[in-house]
């Protein structure tokens, strides 16, 4: 099921406020991944009051050249969870690869309870 739609200007607005808005800092890192807090704009974790969710990069590498690379996004708010708000959803995940993993080959991951879904990035 498809759940992308076209955005009217407003939404897309709140859409762009959102993502260009959003903050991430690193909590972990090992020699093939990385753990970032994600910090969005109106959303936290409602146990904490903190980061709205986190980003897990797990780089696999190949030789001296090739890497691949597995992200998973696991967001907290269960107002992210809500059908409505799937291309938010989409649109933050999105700009989180675009600045964590950039131009690799990736496979997400997206926990964000009805709004979960998988993608891969070839570029």
């Not at 107002?79 to 690869?97: K, P």
Request: contains cysteine.
């Amino acid at each position: 099921m498809n759940k992308i739609k076209d955005m009217n200007p407003k939404e897309l607005k709140k859409i762009m406020t959102v993502t260009e808005r959003m903050s991430f800092t690193k909590n972990f890192r090992s020699a093939t991944a990385e753990e970032w807090f994600v910090f969005i704009p109106g959303f936290n974790d409602p146990g904490t009051g903190g980061a709205a969710g986190k980003a897990i990069v797990h780089y696999n590498l190949y030789g001296n050249k090739d890497m691949f690379i597995n992200t998973t996004v696991i967001l907290d708010d269960p107002v992210l969870f809500e059908e409505e708000n799937f291309q938010l959803v989409y649109s933050i995940c999105d700009e989180l690869i675009n600045r964590l993993v950039g131009y690799a080959d990736t496979l997400l991951s997206v926990h964000a309870g009805s709004n979960s879904y998988n993608a891969e990035y070839k570029r």
